[in-house]
C-alpha cells in the first residue's frame, strides 16, 4: 500500500468518551470536511471498521515518525534568534518587574509616622502576582489497592505541585460535581470519582498550599461526555436542562464565591460540538450573566476557548469564532473579566511539524496574543499539553516549554499560564499516549519540570540582600508578596509584603 506524501492527519479524539467521537485539532479546513465526510458516510453504510483502519494506518505512519523526531536546526533558529531573545526579555523586564522602595516606618502618635532605622535586611520573593498554574483533579487521586488514599504518594503530589506552581484548576465538572439532581459532591466524605475532587477537598488542598483557586467549568455545552450529566440531557427538554444548570452555577457560587475568586464559565463553545450536547438559546451569554448576578464583583469570569483560537486570529482575523463571540459578550455588557486560551498538542502531524519548523513559530503566537489583546481583557493560557513520547521526547518537551512560558510570561496581556497534567498515566482517558506530565509515575521530574523549576524559582526569582543600616531600601524584582526580614534593636524580625504593579514606595510598619 503506498501513502501519499502528505497523508491525511486523521484524528479521532474521543477525550474519554463512549458517544460518537468529534473531530479534533485537524490540520486545516479541507481535511476537516474531507473527514467529516467520511464520518456522515461511515454512519450511514455501517462501515465504521473500514474507516477506523484507515484512520488507524495513516495515523501508524506518522506516529512512527515522531517517535524518532527531535528538535531541528531551523526550530531552534527560529526561537534563539538575537531579536527575539532581546524582545523576550525586554518584555519581561517591562511587565512582569519593577522598582520597589522599602520604607521602614515607627508609629510617632496615633497618626504620625517616622523613618526607622534597620539592618540586615534581606527580601526574598515568596509568591509571583503571574499565576504559573496546573489542574489539581489528583489531588486525592493515589490509591491504595483497597481504594483507600494513598496518604504518601497524595503529599508527594501536593508538594510536586507547589514547589512551582501558585496556581490551581479545580474540578467543577457538572456531572460529577452534581452527578444526580439536586445531589452536590461538595463534602470531602462524597462519593470518591477518579480526577474529580470534592469541592472542599479542592479547597483544602489550595488552602494547604496557599493557591489561588480556579474553577473549571461552569457551563460546556458543546461536550455531552465531559460537560452534562445524563439526568439532565435525558430529556431533551431545553428548559428543563437551562434551569438545571443555572441553578447548578448558582449553588457552586453561593458555597465557594468568596474563596475561588477565578471561574472558567464557558468552556469550549467557539471549534465543535457532540451531537448528543444539549444547548439553549443564546446559552454563552445567558451563563456569563447569571455568573455576574450570582457570584461577588471581585470574581473573575472567564470565556476558555481551545488552541483553535490561535489559528483562528492568524487565518479569520475578525471573522474568528471566538474572537466573535468575545465581542458579542462585551456588546451585550456581559462580564467577561479575561479570555482563555488553550494548548494541547494532540496530533502527531502537528507535533512532528512544530519540531521540524514548519508552524507555530514566534510570530505566531505573538501575532495572537497581540491579536486578542485589542479586546482590551487579560489573556490566560489556560490548559497546556506538549507531548514527551519518543526517543528525544523529554529534549523536546523541555525546550518546547522553555520557549513558549518565555515568551508568554513576557507578552503584557497575558497574567496566567496552566500546565494541564501534573503526573504521567494520569491524563484523561485517550490522552496518555502523548506523555504531556511534567513529573514521571514515581514523581521523578523530567527535564521539563526541571526546566520550569529553574524559570519559576532561579530566572524569574529576586532575592536581595543590604549590608547597611537604613530605612531606606531600593531594589528592582517581580511583581508578588515578599518575605522581608530584618533586624530592628537587637532582634530579627519577619513579614510578609505584597509588591504588586502600581506600587513603587512601599510602608514596612515596624515597632
Same mark, same amino acid.
Given at each position: 500500500?503506498?501513502?501519499?506524501?502528505?497523508p491525511?492527519?486523521?484524528?479521532?479524539?474521543?477525550?474519554?468518551? /463512549?458517544?460518537?467521537?468529534?473531530?479534533?485539532?485537524?490540520?486545516?479546513?479541507?481535511n476537516?470536511?474531507?473527514?467529516?465526510?467520511?464520518?456522515?458516510?461511515?454512519?450511514?453504510?455501517?462501515?465504521?471498521?473500514?474507516?477506523?483502519?484507515?484512520?488507524?494506518?495513516f495515523?501508524?505512519?506518522?506516529?512512527?515518525?515522531?517517535?524518532?523526531?527531535?528538535?531541528?536546526?531551523k526550530?531552534?533558529?527560529?526561537?534563539?534568534?538575537?531579536?527575539?531573545?532581546?524582545?523576550?526579555?525586554?518584555? %519581561?523586564?517591562?511587565?512582569?518587574?519593577?522598582?520597589?522602595?522599602?520604607?521602614?516606618?515607627?508609629?510617632n502618635?496615633?497618626?504620625?509616622?517616622?523613618?526607622?532605622?534597620?539592618?540586615?535586611?534581606?527580601?526574598?520573593?515568596?509568591?509571583?502576582?503571574?499565576?504559573?498554574?496546573?489542574?489539581?483533579?489528583?489531588?486525592?487521586?493515589?490509591?491504595?489497592?483497597?481504594?483507600?488514599?494513598?496518604?504518601q504518594?497524595?503529599?508527594?503530589?501536593?508538594?510536586?505541585?507547589?514547589? %512551582?506552581?501558585?496556581?490551581?484548576?479545580?474540578?467543577?465538572?457538572?456531572?460529577? %460535581?452534581?452527578?444526580?439532581? /439536586?445531589?452536590?459532591?461538595?463534602?470531602?466524605?462524597?462519593?470518591?470519582?477518579?480526577?474529580?475532587?470534592?469541592?472542599?477537598?479542592s479547597?483544602?488542598?489550595?488552602?494547604?498550599?496557599?493557591?489561588?483557586?480556579?474553577?473549571?467549568?461552569?457551563?460546556?455545552?458543546?461536550?455531552?461526555?465531559?460537560?452534562?450529566?445524563d439526568?439532565?440531557?435525558?430529556?431533551?427538554?431545553?428548559?428543563?436542562?437551562?434551569?438545571?444548570?443555572?441553578?447548578?452555577?448558582?449553588?457552586?457560587?453561593?458555597?465557594?464565591?468568596?474563596?475561588?475568586?477565578?471561574?472558567?464559565?464557558?468552556?469550549?463553545?467557539?471549534?465543535?460540538?457532540?451531537e448528543?450536547?444539549?444547548?439553549?438559546?443564546?446559552?454563552?451569554?445567558?451563563a456569563?450573566?447569571?455568573?455576574?448576578?450570582?457570584?461577588?464583583?471581585?470574581?473573575?469570569?472567564?470565556? /476558555?476557548?481551545?488552541?483553535q483560537?490561535?489559528?483562528?486570529?492568524?487565518k479569520?482575523d475578525?471573522?474568528?469564532?471566538?474572537?466573535?463571540? /468575545?465581542?458579542?459578550?462585551?456588546?451585550?455588557?456581559?462580564?467577561?473579566?479575561?479570555?482563555?486560551?488553550?494548548?494541547?498538542?494532540?496530533?502527531?502531524?502537528?507535533?512532528?511539524d512544530?519540531?521540524?519548523?514548519?508552524?507555530?513559530?514566534?510570530?505566531?503566537?505573538?501575532?495572537?496574543?497581540?491579536?486578542?489583546?485589542?479586546?482590551?481583557?487579560?489573556?490566560?493560557?489556560?490548559? %497546556?499539553?506538549?507531548?514527551?513520547?519518543?526517543?528525544?521526547?523529554?529534549?523536546n518537551?523541555?525546550?518546547?516549554?522553555?520557549?513558549?512560558?518565555?515568551?508568554?510570561?513576557?507578552?503584557?496581556?497575558?497574567?496566567?499560564?496552566?500546565?494541564?497534567?501534573?503526573?504521567?498515566?494520569?491524563?484523561?482517558?485517550?490522552?496518555?499516549?502523548?506523555?504531556?506530565?511534567?513529573?514521571?509515575?514515581?514523581?521523578?521530574?523530567?527535564?521539563?519540570?526541571?526546566?520550569?523549576?529553574?524559570?519559576?524559582?532561579?530566572?524569574?526569582?529576586?532575592?536581595?540582600?543590604?549590608?547597611?543600616?537604613?530605612?531606606?531600601?531600593?531594589?528592582?524584582?517581580?511583581?508578588?508578596?515578599?518575605?522581608?526580614?530584618?533586624?530592628?534593636?537587637?532582634?530579627?524580625?519577619?513579614?510578609?509584603?505584597?509588591?504588586?504593579?502600581?506600587?513603587?514606595?512601599?510602608?514596612?510598619?515596624?515597632?
Amino acid at each position: 500500500m503506498q501513502f501519499a506524501k502528505n497523508p491525511l492527519p486523521v484524528a479521532f479524539f474521543s477525550r474519554g468518551c /463512549n458517544q460518537k467521537s468529534h473531530i479534533y485539532h485537524l490540520d486545516n479546513i479541507q481535511n476537516r470536511n474531507i473527514i467529516s465526510s467520511m464520518k456522515k458516510y461511515m454512519d450511514m453504510m455501517d462501515i465504521k471498521p473500514i474507516i477506523f483502519t484507515l484512520a488507524a494506518l495513516f495515523s501508524t505512519a506518522v506516529f512512527a515518525d515522531v517517535q524518532t523526531a527531535k528538535v531541528s536546526d531551523k526550530l531552534k533558529a527560529a526561537w534563539d534568534s538575537p531579536a527575539l531573545r532581546e524582545q523576550i526579555d525586554a518584555g %519581561i523586564k517591562a511587565n512582569r518587574m519593577s522598582d520597589f522602595i522599602l520604607k521602614f516606618r515607627t508609629p510617632n502618635g496615633p497618626w504620625t509616622y517616622d523613618d526607622k532605622k534597620v539592618s540586615n535586611v534581606k527580601v526574598e520573593l515568596v509568591k509571583h502576582d503571574f499565576l504559573f498554574g496546573c489542574n489539581a483533579f489528583l489531588i486525592d487521586g493515589f490509591r491504595n489497592a483497597d481504594g483507600t488514599k494513598n496518604e504518601q504518594e497524595c503529599d508527594k503530589y501536593g508538594e510536586t505541585f507547589a514547589k %512551582i506552581f501558585n496556581f490551581a484548576t479545580l474540578s467543577f465538572y457538572w456531572p460529577e %460535581i452534581e452527578p444526580r439532581e /439536586n445531589y452536590w459532591r461538595f463534602a470531602k466524605d462524597s462519593e470518591y470519582i477518579y480526577r474529580r475532587p470534592a469541592g472542599d477537598t479542592s479547597v483544602e488542598f489550595c488552602k494547604k498550599y496557599g493557591l489561588t483557586a480556579k474553577g473549571h467549568c461552569l457551563v460546556w455545552n458543546v461536550n455531552k461526555c465531559h460537560g452534562q450529566p445524563d439526568w439532565a440531557v435525558e430529556a431533551r427538554d431545553a428548559q428543563f436542562y437551562k434551569k438545571s444548570q443555572l441553578r447548578n452555577m448558582r449553588e457552586i457560587a453561593k458555597r465557594y464565591g468568596d474563596f475561588i475568586k477565578i471561574w472558567d464559565v464557558v468552556n469550549e463553545s467557539g471549534s465543535y460540538r457532540n451531537e448528543p450536547a444539549m444547548q439553549y438559546d443564546d446559552y454563552i451569554y445567558q451563563a456569563f450573566k447569571e455568573a455576574e448576578r450570582v457570584f461577588p464583583g471581585d470574581v473573575v469570569l472567564i470565556n /476558555n476557548e481551545t488552541d483553535q483560537a490561535f489559528s483562528q486570529a492568524i487565518k479569520d482575523d475578525y471573522t474568528g469564532r471566538f474572537f466573535q463571540t /468575545n465581542n458579542y459578550l462585551i456588546a451585550k455588557g456581559a462580564k467577561l473579566d479575561a479570555i482563555g486560551i488553550q494548548y494541547h498538542v494532540f496530533s502527531e502531524k502537528r507535533w512532528q511539524d512544530i519540531l521540524d519548523g514548519k508552524i507555530e513559530q514566534p510570530e505566531f503566537f505573538l501575532s495572537a496574543l497581540d491579536f486578542f489583546a485589542k479586546q482590551k481583557r487579560p489573556i490566560h493560557i489556560t490548559e %497546556i499539553t506538549i507531548p514527551s513520547m519518543g526517543e528525544h521526547g523529554e529534549d523536546n518537551q523541555a525546550f518546547w516549554i522553555e520557549k513558549l512560558y518565555s515568551l508568554w510570561f513576557s507578552h503584557p496581556s497575558v497574567e496566567a499560564i496552566t500546565w494541564w497534567n501534573l503526573v504521567d498515566g494520569t491524563a484523561a482517558s485517550g490522552e496518555d499516549k502523548w506523555k504531556g506530565g511534567l513529573v514521571n509515575r514515581d514523581f521523578s521530574p523530567k527535564k521539563a519540570y526541571k526546566v520550569l523549576d529553574n524559570l519559576i524559582n532561579e530566572k524569574w526569582h529576586t532575592s536581595v540582600s543590604f549590608d547597611e543600616e537604613g530605612s531606606n531600601f531600593h531594589f528592582r524584582g517581580f511583581y508578588g508578596t515578599y518575605k522581608v526580614t530584618y533586624t530592628i534593636d537587637g532582634k530579627t524580625e519577619s513579614q510578609l509584603v505584597r509588591l504588586s504593579k502600581g506600587t513603587r514606595v512601599r510602608p514596612v510598619f515596624v515597632k
